[in-house]
């Protein structure tokens, strides 16, 4: 019964993986959420005291990343030109919701970006000033990640989608992928910028957020799965597409393999050949086509519910069925 | 309020798709069935066919998920419509509707679903065998509920055949 593929009831339209979202809205939602992760993990840190460096990368990575995920959205719709017709209704729509959500955490992340390069030209601002725009964006950082979820949780006729824990697996993955973001984009500038000395500890740190990231989202992965293998009979069929149908190789080597398994076993390498810092590149790339390949094949192993309607159609050729055998 | 709404009785359709056709050509004026309002779904193999149309929701999924305000209930006439200057072909109800309903039209690049034609559904006008009708909602589910009792009354001999 996997897919439903070969069963004559089973096999149409409507009970097939949806094809309505394809990989635009992928790239919206991970590069929004990526964003938003790094931004949120970068200011964390640099409250925590971890040196100032690292922050102002992050407050460029976020609002650009979230920025430049935008457009993907736009490519999606029918008619480009009335895109900004999408905030008309925040009242109940999730999208628009979604829409002021990701214009705010660029505004505020754009703002307090503009604020951290202020002091290089000798512009002094209050540090009280500095921290509001950062607790705001902070808070939309988060609202963003979410919210990633929280658009497909919002379709509430897909048993895949429809769970409280889908928001939370984004928001982990989120984190996860832009924490990696930090640290490559960590080291990318110190090789072009020596300056190894105080990003060092920085990176340890980032490092070890980023591998109880991984194990957590592995195990919000595994929760949703489950979870999802048991709601209704379509959760059921998605999982199984997932697993063993036919989205097995987006799910084994896209998510297993390039999201958990080698970023834990290349990091636990590095951890053991410090030296090798391509080690490292190798884990952020392979983590970061994971968090890609998360938000995809949830999306395409999307199925709707089996309405009622169906269902009669369903009986009746089963009854159908038994007639035959019997003469 | 106009209390009318579209009932579906799959057992009757044969699955001539002139109901797609005429709507097709009412609505966009080219005969393309996969421009229409009405989806036949069909299972060939079975001999059934199952006409999707707009169920007019109570509570529609539709209507929650637009972003630009485009699908709405006309509080005139009490029936949910797409307003096709306002929207931005996102595809979200087309995802949210569990009945597969609004379609995406790849000519005009917007959603699309279903408007009762004003009151005179063409679908209904066409079909020869009734499979689809359009009656007062509080006589929705009349037709069956007659049969049921038929069927009940048979089964126990209150009635008998003839």
């Not at chain 2, 005969?31 to 193999?45: A, F």
């Amino acid at each position: 019964m996997d897919s439903g593929q070969g069963n004559p009831i089973r096999d149409i339209k409507y009970l097939r993986p949806q094809k309505v979202w394809g990989w635009q809205i992928a790239v919206y939602l991970y590069l929004a959420g990526m964003g938003a992760g790094s931004f949120a993990i970068g200011v964390v840190w640099d409250w925590l005291g971890y040196s100032a460096y690292p922050s102002n990368a992050v407050l460029l990575f976020g609002p650009l990343l979230a920025a430049v995920g935008a457009p993907f959205l736009i490519l999606d719709l029918g008619i480009k030109r009335r895109f900004l017709n999408a905030g008309l209704n925040p009242k109940t729509s999730w999208l628009s919701r979604g829409f002021f959500i990701l214009l705010i955490f660029i505004v505020f992340g754009v703002a307090a970006l503009a604020m951290s390069i202020l002091p290089l030209w000798g512009i002094n601002i209050g540090l009280m000033l500095f921290r509001i725009v950062e607790v705001i964006g902070l808070i939309f950082a988060f609202a963003t990640a979410i919210y990633t979820g929280i658009l497909l949780k919002a379709l509430k006729y897909i048993p895949l989608w429809n769970t409280p824990l889908l928001p939370v697996l984004f928001l982990v993955s989120a984190l996860s992928t832009g924490s990696m973001l930090i640290i490559l984009s960590m080291l990318g500038s110190s090789l072009l910028l020596p300056n190894g000395e105080y990003s060092s500890q920085l990176t340890n740190i980032l490092m070890r957020t980023e591998q109880i990231l991984v194990f957590i989202e592995a195990f919000v992965l595994g929760m949703y799965l489950f979870s999802r293998y048991r709601t209704k009979e379509q959760g059921k069929t998605s999982v199984n597409l997932l697993i063993s149908g036919k989205l097995k190789f987006v799910f084994w080597g896209g998510i297993v393999v390039s999201g958990f398994f080698f970023p834990i076993v290349l990091e636990a390498i590095y951890s053991k050949l410090p030296e090798h810092t391509f080690l490292l590149f190798l884990t952020g790339f392979f983590l970061l086509v994971g968090g890609f390949f998360l938000r995809f094949g949830i999306i395409s192993a999307g199925i709707k519910e089996q309405l009622p309607l169906h269902k009669l159609i369903e009986l009746q050729y089963n009854s159908m069925n038994l007639r035959k055998k019997r003469l | 309020m106009d209390d009318k709404m579209l009932i579906i009785d799959p057992e009757k359709c044969t699955a001539c798709r002139k109901c797609e056709m005429v709507c097709s050509v009412l609505h966009t004026n080219a005969s393309n069935p996969s421009r229409s309002r009405i989806v036949v779904m069909k299972w060939d193999n079975i001999g059934m066919y199952l006409p999707m149309v707009c169920q007019n929701c109570e509570k529609p999924f539709c209507t929650e998920v637009c972003p630009a305000k485009a699908c709405q209930r006309d509080l005139k006439t009490y029936k949910v419509q797409i307003d096709k200057d306002k929207c931005i072909g996102c595809k979200t109800c087309v995802i949210a509707c569990p009945f597969g309903h609004p379609s995406f039209d790849s000519v005009e690049r917007v959603t699309v679903k279903c408007d009762f034609c004003n009151g005179d559904p063409q679908c209904v006008a066409c079909c020869e065998t009734k499979a689809i009708d359009y009656v007062d909602t509080d006589k929705a589910g009349i037709n069956r509920r007659t049969e049921f009792a038929l069927q009940y009354n048979l089964l126990r001999g209150y009635v008998k055949r003839k």
